[in-house]
């Protein structure tokens, strides 16, 4: 138990450093990781696992923002970081200052950080993006060339790779992916034939890394996957990785329901028996979604306790009926395992009608995290909520 302490996630960075070692293992000596560490570490804590990340072997951080980068600049990380996402051209001084890679994607904002670069007396490194089907972001196939020759001339920035992401290396046909990889290698071959030099040439993220080894190039972006979490419900891992977050919590009141009481807003559970009903300080407030309402359940004592009753803000209530020695201040598991039980992320997120991914990254600040190394505490995150 955690002093004090309601609601909390634990994340094991041997299990990070373990899913950094294995996609190294999967692409082979020659090509680099990136780690991805965008929306908080996929809600894991972004600066304990880019430092794990790295420890592990990879040379180079993935991130959306401006922000999340400057967030990485200051807890002392000094590896290069890449924003995955937009750079508006009024964040170009920001690029510079804090010695970030900018994704290029449009002229404008290329043109203003070459102008902050040349300000500042330096050359900043950037990636150009290669729209090949995702109809997001990035410079479209038929345009690369002509933008590679403008960026040529920009004296301030200097080509360090190009990039693209797939939007269905996720799913068991792989047809529309190879279709894109061939839309990148086919643009990468006609830039190479005009003579520009590129140092890095990267396209697989986690499921492709699973799925499509013609897709590693020189560097691949392993996010989902390094967190320990399955990147496609539609096939199987092709190596082995190890979940990192468990979330836990403890019970908070102890009742016996009579036959007939109802639970939570909306009475929308009624006790057809004598209920030991167990209540458990989490909620949408945490990032524990609200239309996990009567579905699901969590471990105690090693058991399932299945939910019931409407999620609140910040708690909600089980049956704790066959579980005949639970007591106040047990532990509670949401995610993760306890004696022989496991609740998946996995399962977590199909009971809510989503991804795991969104699972994660939807658990808020206020959730306590704690880090271990060897099952002990090594680093703590811990704020008022």
């Known amino acids: 138990m955690k002093d004090g302490i309601l609601t909390w996630a634990e994340v094991d960075l041997d299990a990070i450093a373990w899913n950094v070692r294995a996609v190294l293992q999967q692409v082979g000596e020659r090509v680099q990781v990136m780690a991805i560490v965008k929306a908080n ?46 750079t508006p051209p009024d964040g170009a001084e920001l690029i510079v200052r804090w010695r970030l890679t900018p994704s290029l994607g449009n002229v404008e904002s290329g043109t203003a950080i070459n102008a902050a670069a040349q300000a500042a007396g330096v050359q900043v490194p950037v990636h150009v993006k290669i729209d090949t089907g995702m109809s997001r972001y990035g410079v479209m196939p038929a345009d690369a060339l002509d933008f590679f020759r403008w960026l040529a001339n920009q004296p301030g920035l200097t080509l360090q790779g190009m990039f693209t992401h797939f939007a269905t290396a996720d799913s068991a046909n792989t047809i529309h992916a190879h279709k894109q990889l061939q839309r990148f290698t086919e643009v990468r071959s006609t830039l190479v034939s005009a003579g520009f030099i590129i140092p890095m040439t990267h396209a697989a993220a986690s499921a492709a890394i699973m799925s499509m080894p013609d897709s590693y190039f020189d560097m691949v972006r392993p996010g989902i996957c390094m967190y320990g979490l399955d990147p496609s419900s539609e096939f199987a891992n092709t190596f082995e990785i190890h979940p990192a977050m468990t979330i836990k919590s403890r019970i908070c009141r102890l009742q016996v329901l009579p036959v007939g009481a109802e639970v939570s807003y909306g009475r929308l559970w009624k006790a057809e028996r004598p209920t030991k009903a167990a209540l458990v300080p989490v909620g949408y407030g945490d990032g524990w979604r609200r239309n996990l309402t009567n579905r699901g359940s969590v471990l105690i004592r090693g058991q399932r306790a299945p939910m019931i009753g409407r999620v609140c ?46 699972t994660a990254t939807s658990l808020l600040p206020r959730v306590a995290r704690f880090y271990l190394r060897g099952g002990q505490v090594v680093d703590e995150t811990i704020l008022a909520g």
Not at 59 to 75: F, P, S, Y
Not at 331 to 337: A, D, M, N
């Open 313 to 358: 803000m910040d708690q909600f209530v089980v049956d704790a009926t066959d579980i005949p020695d639970a007591a106040l201040h047990d532990e509670v598991v949401l995610v993760g395992s306890q004696g022989k039980e496991r609740i998946p992320m996995e399962e977590v997120s199909r009971w809510a009608e989503t991804i795991n991914y969104e």
């Open 41 to 86: 570490g996929y809600g894991h804590g972004a600066i304990p696992v880019a430092k794990a990340a790295l420890a592990a072997g990879a040379t180079m951080l993935g991130v959306h923002r401006i922000q999340e980068g400057i967030e990485l600049r200051k807890a002392g990380v000094d590896a290069p970081i890449l924003i995955l996402g937009y």
